[in-house]
């Protein structure tokens, strides 16, 4: 296992354009999240799947956002009529929790999209 | 709503020496973790914390909490220059989704 891979890493897309990331977590993980991250701020909670339901989003999140775990594997957020202010680190985060015990979330490398 | 703060959020200080970094919560919480992010990569998982009065302790950071006072330390003893990074706190909060506080940047020098 090689741990929670996104793709793409990088993506620079104009204005208005839509973009679309996908996280594979690690494989028997039935948890995963999506986290924002901008320079020199903590990660910011986007949304959470529970094998393929989204459990819960982000109040944060506008309607040009979707996120989708069609098969409760991988999963994709997209990105419609991308702004400025999307420019940011999308970072994915997968877990297994385990009654009684310690619950660690694995992040991947992230995808850093620029926004011109 | 569930808030974490960190303080100190920049710190700098000397090979050899030890320091304690502070994450406080706002509400209720029953999972509080520690990470370290170094510059332009994602985030490392250092700790997880159930309980009141859990400590763990990694090599030269030791974690603790207290629930009741809803505060978290991470201490570093005799820092090197490797332990420089950004480490942040998070708490969870209601529906699972875990809170991050605004990270405190660390820096040790000779």
């Known amino acids: 296992d090689t741990g929670v891979s996104q793709d793409p890493r990088h993506k620079i897309t104009k204005r208005g354009q839509n973009v679309t990331f996908r996280c594979d977590p690690i494989s028997e993980h039935n948890r995963l999240y999506w986290y924002r991250q901008t320079l020199g701020q903590g990660p910011e909670f986007l949304t959470y799947?529970?094998?393929?339901?989204?459990?819960?989003k982000s109040r944060l999140l506008s309607d040009r956002f979707s996120a989708e775990r069609p098969k409760g594997s991988f999963s994709t957020l997209e990105i419609q009529r991308t702004e400025q202010g999307d420019s940011a680190m999308y970072l994915c985060?997968?877990?297994?929790?385990?009654?009684?015990?310690?619950?660690?979330?694995?992040f991947g490398p992230g995808t850093r999209l620029l926004v011109l | 709503e569930l808030k974490v703060e960190q303080n100190p959020l920049f710190l700098s200080m000397q090979e050899g020496k030890n320091y304690t970094i502070y994450c406080n919560y706002s509400?209720?919480?029953?999972?509080l973790y520690w990470y370290r992010q170094d510059p332009g990569k994602s985030l490392e998982s250092l700790f997880v914390?159930?309980?009141?009065?859990a400590v763990k302790q990694e090599g030269r950071l030791m974690a603790s909490l207290d629930t009741k006072a809803r505060l978290s330390t991470l201490h570093i003893t005799a820092a090197v220059h490797d332990l420089s990074a950004t480490y942040f706190c998070?708490?969870?909060?209601?529906?699972?989704?875990?809170?991050f506080g605004p990270g405190t940047s660390l820096s040790v020098i000779p």
């Open positions: 998070a708490a969870r909060g209601n529906y699972d989704k875990v809170i």
């Open positions: 799947f529970q094998n393929e339901a989204q459990l819960e």
């Open positions: 509400t209720t919480s029953d999972r």
């Open positions: 985060a997968s877990s297994y929790p385990r009654l009684g015990l310690q619950e660690t979330q694995y």
């Open positions: 914390l159930l309980s009141n009065g």
